[in-house]
């Protein structure tokens, strides 16, 4: 299979690859291994804004076929100086088209969407 020039770039340097520690971070995953697919987003926040609260650091593991990765690495850097909100910068379609995925990539794409919701509804659970 080929990949776009968009997801060799965020596959191959996985930028904000790992985990976060510290206080004020909030956790969500989705997916899981069995389904060949299981994406784990991490937020540290910055409170006070006016808005809500900010993303202050965002990580993100994966596993899971390259568009996943990179999809997920790009949500993560895209994160970082917004208001930590439930929706994605594009929707999973958009992020298809945008990183050349085949349609039965799809799904996946969603189990990423899922992750990241997972992780703002985390937001004040301590979680």
């Given at each position: 299979?080929?990949?776009?020039?968009?997801?060799?770039?965020?596959?191959?340097?996985?930028?904000?690859?790992?985990?976060?520690?510290?206080?004020?971070?909030?956790?969500?995953?989705?997916g899981?291994?069995?389904?060949?697919v299981?994406?784990?987003?991490?937020?540290?926040?910055?409170?006070g804004?006016?808005?809500?609260?900010?993303?202050?650091?965002?990580?993100?593991?994966?596993?899971?076929?390259?568009?996943?990765?990179?999809?997920?690495?790009?949500?993560?850097?895209?994160?970082?100086?917004?208001?930590?909100?439930?929706?994605?910068?594009?929707?999973?379609?958009?992020?298809?088209?945008?990183?050349?995925?085949?349609?039965?990539?799809?799904?996946?794409?969603?189990?990423?969407?899922?992750?990241?919701?997972?992780?703002?509804?985390?937001?004040?659970?301590?979680?």
């Amino acid at each position: 299979m080929s990949y776009s020039e968009l997801t060799h770039r965020y596959f191959d340097r996985a930028p904000l690859a790992g985990t976060l520690d510290g206080p004020r971070i909030a956790t969500g995953a989705a997916g899981g291994r069995a389904q060949g697919v299981w994406v784990q987003f991490q937020l540290q926040l910055e409170p006070g804004a006016p808005d809500g609260p900010l993303v202050a650091q965002a990580r993100f593991l994966a596993f899971g076929c390259p568009h996943v990765i990179a999809v997920a690495a790009w949500i993560a850097e895209q994160a970082v100086g917004r208001p930590a909100r439930p929706d994605l910068p594009h929707s999973p379609e958009a992020l298809r088209r945008l990183f050349d995925a085949p349609v039965e990539k799809l799904g996946r794409l969603f189990v990423v969407e899922d992750a990241w919701i997972a992780a703002v509804a985390a937001i004040g659970r301590g979680d």
